[in-house]
């Protein structure tokens, strides 16, 4: 399955006074690598809701290994569990400069109809592209 590396520097206000960065803002992390790699594929979150699919996130569990200091350049490795359905499984891991894993991570996504609100499969144009 198509994995992707997406670069992102830990800005300051995404630390506590110690210089680490608040768990919180992982799942920003997990975000960025998320869109990063849907955009690999050719596709943006904006261009899939114009065609009227949603993808809310229904799972998120993470395990952190190490901390990421400010200014660290992590690397955000995103990539598909398996082939989508009606949902969307991701796998990460992040490491920072010195190749240490810091975290994994995973998100469960479901694809939702714009219109009606209700789950609906993973769109054609979508699984051509990771076949």
């Known amino acids: 399955m198509k994995n992707t590396d997406t670069e992102i520097r830990v800005r300051y206000g995404e630390t506590d006074q110690m210089g680490v960065v608040y768990y919180g803002n992982y799942a920003q992390y997990l975000e960025q690598g998320r869109t990063e790699w849907l955009r690999a594929l050719g596709f943006s979150y904006k261009w899939m809701e114009a065609n009227n699919i949603q993808l809310p996130v229904v799972h998120f569990s ?8 400010y200014d660290d350049l992590l690397t955000v490795r995103t990539s598909l569990k398996q082939l989508p ?7 990460y891991e992040i490491y920072n400069e ?9 998100t469960v996504l ?11 499969k993973a769109p054609q144009y979508l699984l051509e592209k990771l076949s």
């Open 62 to 69: 993470i395990d952190y290994k190490q901390p990421a200091f």
């Open 110 to 120: 479901v694809f939702v109809n714009s219109t009606t609100k209700k789950l609906t």
């Open 98 to 106: 010195s190749k240490q894993l810091l975290a994994t991570a995973t």
């Open 85 to 91: 359905t009606v949902k969307i499984e991701f796998y």
